[in-house]
């Protein structure tokens, strides 16, 4: 167990509708990344919050938005769902986001299963 | 951009055999390098990690990993794999000159799928 929890675990849901994915990251960790995994594109960095600011944007569709808020928690809102949306996302946390070491020792909660129908 | 390559897809080894996973990477200076291991339906747990120092590395899980610099490959080994060990590997990338406060995002491989045979 990582200590970052992820809810819901799987979600199912039909195209063009809204979802929100819940992440809490390990205690003390202020940094919190979302990616995504699919057979297609395989494992993409989404987005990075620290502290409750955006910090980077990776391959984070416009359609695609996240905010962590000020007891850390992070979600990640995905809207006008199509078919390809339909993967695994993973949040990750991290102590902190000063580049150092602390900032790329991650730690992967379960997921969530996205399916679109 | 760094970028990484498991140019292995699927491994099949014998249970008790060694296992030597590839990895290797592309990158201006000395990266920082992970094995991530994700069990079926399971999320990614961190092996092992490489930041500077001694490059070989002890990890989780009875795992080691060599970090060389000439041929930019971070291999990830085991004397004796068990059942348990049947799982998809990822070796993963963090480029700390380049980051600048938001940069830390990890650069994953397209993993390796372990199967282990009795």
């Known amino acids: 167990d990582s200590g970052v929890t992820q809810t819901p675990k799987h979600l199912i849901t039909a195209t063009g509708q809204r979802v929100t994915l819940r992440c809490s990251p390990r205690?003390?960790?202020?940094?919190v990344y979302w990616y995504q995994q699919s057979l297609d594109q395989g494992l993409q960095f989404l987005i990075h919050?620290?502290?409750?600011?955006?910090?980077a944007k990776g391959n984070i569709l416009e359609r695609f938005s996240a905010q962590q808020f000020p007891d850390l928690h992070s979600e990640l809102n995905l809207s006008s769902l199509e078919l390809g949306d339909s993967a695994l996302y993973f949040c990750?946390?991290?102590?902190?986001?000063?580049?150092?070491?602390?900032?790329?020792?991650?730690?992967f909660g379960p997921g969530t299963r996205l399916t679109v129908t | 951009a760094q970028s990484v390559t498991q140019p292995d897809i699927h491994i099949t080894v014998s249970e008790g055999a060694s296992l030597e996973l590839r990895c290797n990477y592309s990158?201006?200076?000395?990266?920082?390098l992970f094995w991530y291991v994700q069990s079926p339906g399971q999320g990614l747990q961190l092996l092992l990690k490489?930041?500077?120092?001694?490059?070989l590395v002890q990890g989780i899980k009875g795992f080691e990993a060599e970090f060389k610099r000439s041929q930019s490959s971070f291999n990830l080994r085991k004397p004796s794999v068990h059942w348990s060990d049947a799982a998809e590997y990822f070796c993963?990338?963090?480029?700390?000159?380049?980051?600048?406060?938001?940069?830390?995002?990890?650069?994953f491989g397209t993993g390796t799928r372990l199967t282990i045979i009795p």
């Open positions: 990750a946390s991290s102590v902190d986001a000063s580049g150092g070491l602390g900032s790329y020792e991650q730690y």
């Open positions: 205690s003390g960790d202020l940094s």
């Open positions: 919050y620290y502290n409750g600011e955006e910090r």
């Open positions: 990158y201006g200076a000395t990266p920082y």
């Open positions: 490489y930041f500077s120092g001694d490059t």
């Open positions: 993963a990338v963090g480029a700390p000159e380049i980051s600048n406060f938001g940069n830390e995002k990890l650069t």
